[in-house]
């Protein structure tokens, strides 16, 4: 009899305890509690220069591709001026060379052929000559001629070499004119590579003086935060605006170390706000930390070891719009064997 009654109180006690177990035990699907956050973009002075104007405040919806700052560009567009000025220098330097080059050439042309044509002819002449005078002295030796014409064949002969030198002397002048062709050719390929360096550099500066208007990106944005005024002077780096881009938000979370194994990248989860309790929408795991952060500052026990957690993203793929920043939400793995 007292038997029976112990085993009944022992399986009172049993099923009492289970039942303190059961309904003691969070039940819930697993999931990381995390805020709300945008992928913030601080937009920066390319150049150096005077503030003029900022033209979207905190809290703006600013365009895509929008100016969204601008500075003073008068130096620039100074130095643009006088690059301007020397191109168009060189390029008067590179016509009077070109012109020059084609006179020299189209007349030089003609010098070598006519001075070629004097020589020939100079040459057949002073050949004449001295075959003339040959004859000459051999009919003096046989009697048949006076010396005074054999004086004049002489004179015509030395005449005719005369010519001959003379001739050779204009063909090489003139042949001579070639190797100033090929100096000025020479100059001509100095100028357009000073040419070529000038329009670089000008393209270079007319760049920069598109910097001196601050754009924003290329998709729509809304200003976060202002860094600068007008009146103010940016330095290259300086940030002008913060913006977030209103499409493009994800929740953040922290993962203890003991949970780390069940996420990986594109894992697929559900987020739920607080302010939008039961209504769960798609997210998609997108970060997680290479390195576990220690969330006590001293860490000197195995239970204080224990409480790092990895930092991990979740990207919001619907709804978005209707996800503020900063606001609190849970985000919910799915189920083993459910994905």
């Not at 009492?16 to 035990?25: E, G, L, N, P, Q």
């Not at 990207?315 to 189920?335: D, H, K, M, S, W």
């Amino acid at each position: 009899m007292h038997k029976r009654s112990a085993l009944a109180v022992s399986a009172v006690a049993a099923l009492v305890a289970a039942a303190v177990v059961y309904f003691r035990t969070d039940r819930t699907p697993l999931h990381y509690t995390g805020f709300v956050e945008g992928e913030e973009r601080v937009i920066r002075s390319e150049v150096t220069g005077r503030v003029l104007e900022v033209r979207y405040a905190e809290g703006a919806a600013v365009p895509p591709n929008s100016v969204i700052a601008v500075f003073d560009d008068r130096e620039i567009q100074s130095r643009i001026k006088s690059k301007q000025e020397e191109l168009a220098l060189v390029d008067a330097e590179l016509q009077t060379q070109e012109e020059r080059i084609r006179l020299v050439e189209s007349t030089w042309k003609r010098d070598v052929a006519a001075s070629a044509a004097a020589v020939e002819e100079a040459q057949a002449a002073a050949r004449l000559a001295e075959q003339t005078l040959q004859r000459e002295e051999e009919l003096v030796k046989r009697g048949a001629s006076t010396p005074q014409l054999l004086d004049d064949r002489r004179a015509a002969r030395d005449q005719t070499r005369g010519g001959l030198g003379r001739a050779r002397e204009m063909l090489a002048r003139a042949e001579a004119e070639e190797r100033t062709i090929l100096v000025s050719q020479r100059e001509l390929v100095t100028l357009r590579a000073k040419r070529e360096l000038t329009q670089a550099q000008l393209e270079e500066l007319r760049v920069t003086q598109s910097k001196f208007a601050v754009r924003s990106p290329d998709v729509p944005t809304v200003v976060q935060t202002q860094f600068i005024w007008p009146g103010e002077l940016a330095q290259l780096g300086s940030a002008i605006l913060s913006v977030l881009d209103p499409m493009d938000k994800y929740v953040q979370i922290y993962v203890p170390v003991a949970d780390v194994g069940r996420l990986r990248l594109g894992q697929r989860v559900e987020i739920e706000l607080d302010s939008r309790p039961a209504e769960r929408l798609p997210g998609e795991i997108s970060f997680i930390a290479d390195t576990a952060n220690f969330t006590p500052e001293k860490i000197e026990t195995r239970s204080d070891r224990m409480g790092q957690v990895y930092r991990a993203k979740v990207r919001i793929l619907e709804g978005v719009e209707r996800f503020q920043p900063g606001t609190e939400g849970n985000v919910y793995l799915a189920e083993q064997g459910t994905e």
